[in-house]
């Protein structure tokens, strides 16, 4: 990819490569720092894919036919990866969340977090976020602090950094808001699916989905690990009306604080 030096992000998604001509193709975009290279049938990696990429930050590998993923060595990498592997009598295990790497990884029960929550929606969910969110969970006690993408990201720095190093690494928990919005956002999409792969090596419930709106389940197919969440765990839904309003937050708050 001649020309493209200065290029952040890549999605390429659903392409077709062949495992012999993709270990040049990134070479020379050097200031790469997310890219998106799932559901394109490739079937061999190795560290010379990536070797130029020292500022690649993300890595989406879902729905490809690897084998085995052997160059997962670099600090500050989130490794996303959706990989078939053959075991005994030929079954194959999906692992849907792959591995996760992070520059200087902290135990989260030995580390003081900036933020108690940090929130994914979309931004044209903004205004209930901000007027009824922000409103019942910041301004209660005990005190709760949300990390927004809009006032709380750091000014200059790339989104998908911030979305890492504020966001998911800065935060004790993840608020996830599902709406329609939410569904057609592909960076609401991809923020859920690091915030999956990072609580994997938490293993607690520190991933909180509220649905503010009915969604068709055949569409919560579209994002990655989402029907299989809500069928799996308990979530809370906005109703709107104010006899189910104060449940819905006193048991949001709950769950935010617990293990605080």
Known sequence: MQGLSSLKVLIISGNSFHGDTIHDVFANLTNLEHLDISNCGIEDLNSSSFTQLNKLRSLALSSNRLLAVDFLTSPGLVVLTHIDTMVAHKYKFYLRYGCILLRGYRNPKCVEFQYDAFVIYSSKDEAWVMEELVENIEGGMPPIQLCLHIRDFEAGKSITSNIIDEGIMGSRKVIVVVSQHFISSAWCCFEFEIAQS???????????????????????????????????????????????????????????????
């Open 198 to 260: 990072w609580l994997v090596l938490e293993r607690n419930a520190g991933l909180l989905l509220i649905i503010l709106e009915d969604v068709e389940e055949e569409n919560t197919k579209k994002v990655i690990g989402l029907h299989k969440y809500l069928k799996k765990n308990t979530y809370l839904k906005w109703k709107g009306n104010a006899l189910s309003n104060t449940r819905f937050w006193n048991r949001l708050r709950k769950a935010i604080i617990a293990g605080k």
